[in-house]
């Protein structure tokens, strides 16, 4: 799992509950628009060591902005590489390579942890937005199609919002990170730290929320820090060390 705590940027191997520290570079000018920023590989085991990127072509500078997945040896994240224009990113782990996926013209998807996010749809990068949620309960989601191509599909699917409300106490409904499965993961937009809030997990297959999560109190145990945000939370089965 990797997490941002403050302005401290951490991986934790779950299994050996081992914690290494990450270094980051990005620069942000005044206007939101990323002036540079730096990519380097952590190689994990015994000794783990930082290096360089194999990639040939440097991506452009560029500001992740959104929860990060990874599918078949490919991580996807959603960026901004400049104030007025958000990409999606991937980065083959194998190669070591950077590509640019162009957002669907048709679509108006700014990354705002109220409006899009990514997930995985039937095993594909994919985007949902949801500025129609409110007005019509629909949400959008873009699927990457042909990544090399930025060619994406839409699905639009109604979801039962004010029922979801009722039952769940809700107020507003805030999207979160998503499951493999086709699952979001919803909660009250009203999140407050220091009170156990309930999470909801709805299956847009199967249309149906498939079950509740009850997230205890956090800022309690992170006194002293600006926030708490998951960036990475994976599927590996390892137990390799992180460093010696």
Known sequence: MC?????????????????????????????EGVVRSEHQVLVLGPGAYWRNTQSNIPPPPHRPC???????????????????TCVLMSFDLTSEDFSLIELPIE???VWDRHRANIM???GKAAVFEYSRLVTGCILDLWVVEDAGKSEWSH????????????????????????????ELRLS???FDGNKVSMH???DL???CVSRGVVVGPLYAKFHGFESLEIALWDDVESIMYLKT
């Open 3 to 31: 997490f941002r705590v403050g302005r401290v940027i951490r991986i934790c191997n779950l299994t050996t509950m081992q914690l290494a520290m990450l270094n980051t570079v990005c620069e942000v000018s005044e206007e």
């Open 66 to 84: 959104t929860q990060r997945l990874s599918i078949n040896g490919v991580f996807y994240y959603g960026a901004r590489i400049d104030k007025n």
């Open 107 to 109: 679509a108006s998807i």
């Open 120 to 122: 995985i749809y039937q």
């Open 155 to 182: 699905k639009a699917f109604v979801l039962p919002i004010q029922l979801l409300m009722q039952s769940l106490c809700f107020d507003e409904l805030l999207m979160h990170h998503t499951g493999r499965s086709g």
């Open 188 to 190: 009250g937009a009203r």
């Open 200 to 202: 909801a997990i709805y």
């Open 205 to 207: 297959e199967r249309k």
